[in-house]
């Protein structure tokens, strides 16, 4: 009997429990029925099946068991999925011998050596901790955050690591170490420390604030910064962190935003730390750049407002106006709207950031001059970005109408012209005619000029959430049947020939070549001593020739949309009709 971690978690949770501990789902007969998490849909056509302990969706063809979901859902590897389950099923993960870790175990280790380096070094050092709690933060969130700190030394760390019985290769693989002629040096001295983690709480990178302190001529602390070191320093990409696609303190804070329905955005780690003190623990940040940076590409920026709007349609975003970082949020924002999503803004008092102002207070806020309430205030007091955008305007061009108009078309309509929903652009545009007396019908001139120069933009996008879309609904069929592959050609007493499985797949395998330790791991915890192995790769693959069938039938419609030639669309009907055969052979195979 396999009784293996994956089974007795299987066992334990349903995936009726699974899945509605993530979207609400309504009956449909015996099975369950929802809006589907992975594509944007307005009628339900995601559906789950608790006898077969799988889930379907009819509208972007997402498939996959209980480990799939969570991650798809939470964006993690197989392993994170793994460890998220295992604890919430109450199952006891073996650890692996040191013998046996595979490049990302020794990463896991190495940064959770690094992360408890820092955690003492902290402790050991009273002017630091006396400047964080002098900017508002208390000791359980400086533990629970698992700050740390590290002295202006050349190789503090890196010592510290060679000691643990880590190589100089892992050291600098994993980000935390530099190699020169002169030898290894740590990329992180003098530095506040805030550990970056996955969704599953797996540290995987560092952000680094620099620190140095002196004492002035009344004994107070004053803070310095070193003239050549910028003020952050975030760890560079790793095997198992992409600066691109990370946001900073998503693991604590996602319950937070299922159960309030709405996540706020902020830039910085004290920004987002603070904002959790307060009680809004639904904050997530930037860190710097996995959505604000202007040279993160598109579907970057959709993978991870994917990942928010699966979490919750609606997001506040919080930025200092000063900073450039807040022009770089409405890129952002702008794709947040053509999701779907309602993207509020959070209007900041001058010369605030979201630290100052909950660690300060404000003295101009009514009642609300703590730091929790006035923060709170603010939060309260969000503006929808069109109204806002429009509001700020308005508000500098009072006396000039004409400048006031031009400023409207060039920085609100965009952001009109991205809204997902035609009622909410007639909302908005009768909101714009009442507050600026510009009539409706010039306003929709404008509109239509903006949608056209925006036009590429806008395809663009299209683009991004359709590849991603496409990536997510093959990429676990793909996984799984190339991670049994790579498997099955490293053992003797094979079970299947894994050339079988290469050759359906040769022109994709050596895409997944840097991932087969993890592949090979997942397919390990699956299938070891499984009586269903031919079974399962029978099934994945009749999933997978039907994917690319329905793509390929969706190609052709959108091509006899376009075609005016008869003897051409002849051929297309043609194309489909034969199509169709193979899809329907497919479901009669499933019969077997």
């Known amino acids: 009997m396999n009784n293996s971690p994956v089974e007795q978690i299987k066992e334990r949770l349903s995936i009726e429990d699974v899945v509605s501990s993530y979207i609400k789902l309504d009956r449909a007969g015996a099975n369950f029925k929802a809006r589907c998490p992975f594509h944007n849909e307005k009628t339900p056509s995601f559906f789950v099946s608790v006898d077969r302990g799988t889930y379907y969706c009819f509208g972007c063809a997402a498939k996959g068991d209980i480990f799939t979901f969570v991650e798809e859902f939470e964006g993690l590897d197989f392993k994170g999925a793994l460890k998220i389950l295992a604890?919430?099923?109450?199952?006891?993960?073996?650890?692996?011998?040191?013998?046996?870790?595979?490049?990302?175990?020794?990463?896991?280790?190495?940064?959770?050596?690094?992360?408890k380096f820092f955690e003492k070094n902290l402790v050991d050092n009273k002017?630091?901790?006396?400047?964080?709690?002098?900017?508002?933060?208390?000791d359980g969130s400086i533990k629970d955050f698992r700050i740390g700190f590290i002295r202006d030394d050349w190789r503090l760390l890196y010592t510290y690591l060679r000691n643990k019985n880590f190589t100089d290769g892992e050291i600098e693989l994993a980000g935390l170490a530099k190699k020169t002629e002169k030898g290894m040096y740590d990329r992180f001295r003098g530095r506040i420390i805030f550990p970056i983690s996955d969704s599953s709480g797996r540290i995987i990178a560092f952000s680094g604030r620099i620190f140095e302190v002196e004492s002035d001529r009344q004994g107070l602390l004053k803070k310095q910064a070193l003239p050549v070191a910028p003020k952050y320093l975030n760890s560079p990409d790793t095997p198992i962190f992409s600066k691109s696609a990370v946001l900073y303190g998503l693991d604590k804070a996602k319950d937070s935003i299922r159960k309030n329905n709405f996540s706020i955005l902020v830039e910085g780690q004290m920004d987002l730390i603070l904002s959790h003190q307060s009680g809004f623990r639904n904050t997530v940040a930037t860190s710097g750049t996995a959505l604000a940076d202007s040279t993160v590409s598109k579907e970057n920026v959709v993978s991870n407002l994917g990942l928010l709007r699966r979490l919750s349609g609606n997001i506040l975003l919080a930025f200092d106006a000063d900073k450039a970082g807040f022009n770089a949020s409405m890129r952002a924002a702008k794709i947040a709207l053509s999701f779907g999503m309602d993207v509020k803004v959070i209007s900041m008092p001058l010369g605030f950031d979201p630290a100052d102002l909950i660690s300060r207070g404000h003295s101009q806020m009514g009642e609300a001059k703590s730091g929790t309430d006035a923060w709170r205030l603010v939060i309260r007091n969000s503006k929808h970005i069109v109204e806002f955008l429009l509001d700020k305007i308005l508000n500098n061009y009072k006396e000039d109408t004409r400048k006031a108009g031009r400023e409207i078309k060039e920085k609100v309509l965009p952001y009109v012209d991205a809204l997902e929903s035609s009622i909410e652009k007639s909302h908005f545009i009768k909101l714009i005619s009442n507050k600026s007396s510009i009539t409706e019908g010039a306003l929709l001139e404008d509109l239509k000029k903006v949608e056209s120069l925006l036009k590429s933009e806008t395809e663009e996008i299209k683009i991004a959430k359709e590849n991603i879309e496409k990536r997510e609904r093959k990429d676990p069929i793909i996984r799984k049947l190339l991670g049994i592959a790579f498997w099955q050609e490293g053992i003797q007493n094979r079970i299947i020939d894994p050339e079988l499985i290469f050759k359906r797949l040769e022109k994709i395998k050596e895409v997944y070549k840097d991932k087969k330790e993890d592949l090979i791991y997942e397919a390990e915890r699956f299938y070891f001593n499984s009586?269903?192995?031919?079974?399962?790769?029978?099934?994945?693959?009749?999933?997978?020739?039907?994917?690319?069938?329905?793509?390929?039938?969706?190609?052709?419609?959108?091509?006899?949309?376009?075609i005016k030639d008869k003897t051409e669309e002849i051929e297309i009907l043609k194309k489909i009709k034969e199509i169709d055969k193979k899809r329907e052979e497919i479901k009669n195979n499933r019969g077997r």
Do not use: W
């Open 87 to 115: 604890e919430r099923a109450g199952v006891t993960l073996a650890t692996f011998s040191k013998e046996k870790e595979g490049e990302k175990e020794r990463l896991y280790r190495i940064m959770e050596e690094a992360t």
């Open 127 to 138: 002017e630091v901790l006396a400047y964080l709690k002098e900017r508002g933060l208390k």
């Open 531 to 562: 009586e269903n192995l031919q079974k399962d790769i029978n099934e994945m693959l009749l999933n997978l020739e039907e994917d690319y069938l329905n793509e390929e039938r969706f190609k052709k419609t959108i091509e006899l949309q376009n």
